[in-house]
C-alpha cells in the first residue's frame, strides 16, 4: 500500500516543468552528502514524499535554504516524542 501511494505521489509530482530527484540510500554516508547537496539547492516551493517520517527525516530538511516552503508526503509516522520535539524546534525557527 505505501509504495502504491508513493508512486502515485510521484507520478503526481512529475510533470512538464516539475522534476522529481531520487535519492537511494544504498550508500548512508554518500546518500546523506548528496540528499543534502540536492535539499541546498532548492528554493521555493517544494514538494517530497518518503515512506517513512521520524526525527531523523526531519533533521535532514534542516538542508533545505531558510525559506523554502516544504510539502511533505509520507505514508508511516514515528514518534517516540522525539519527532514532535523536532518538528516543534523547526516550527519555532521560522
Do not use: C, W
Not at 25 to 31: D, M, R, Y
Not at 49 to 71: V, W
Amino acid at each position: 500500500m505505501a509504495l502504491k501511494l508513493l508512486r502515485a505521489a510521484e507520478d503526481r509530482l512529475k510533470g512538464d516543468s516539475d522534476a522529481v530527484t531520487m535519492i537511494r540510500s544504498v550508500l548512508g554516508v554518500i546518500a546523506t552528502a548528496r540528499l543534502h547537496d540536492t535539499f541546498a539547492l532548492f528554493s521555493g516551493a517544494v514538494r517530497f514524499a518518503t515512506r517513512y517520517l521520524d526525527a531523523k527525516s526531519l533533521q535532514h530538511l534542516d538542508a533545505f535554504p531558510k525559506g523554502t516552503t516544504l510539502k511533505y508526503l509520507t505514508h508511516n509516522v514515528t514518534d517516540n516524542g522525539t519527532t514532535r520535539a523536532v518538528a516543534q524546534a523547526f516550527a519555532a525557527k521560522e
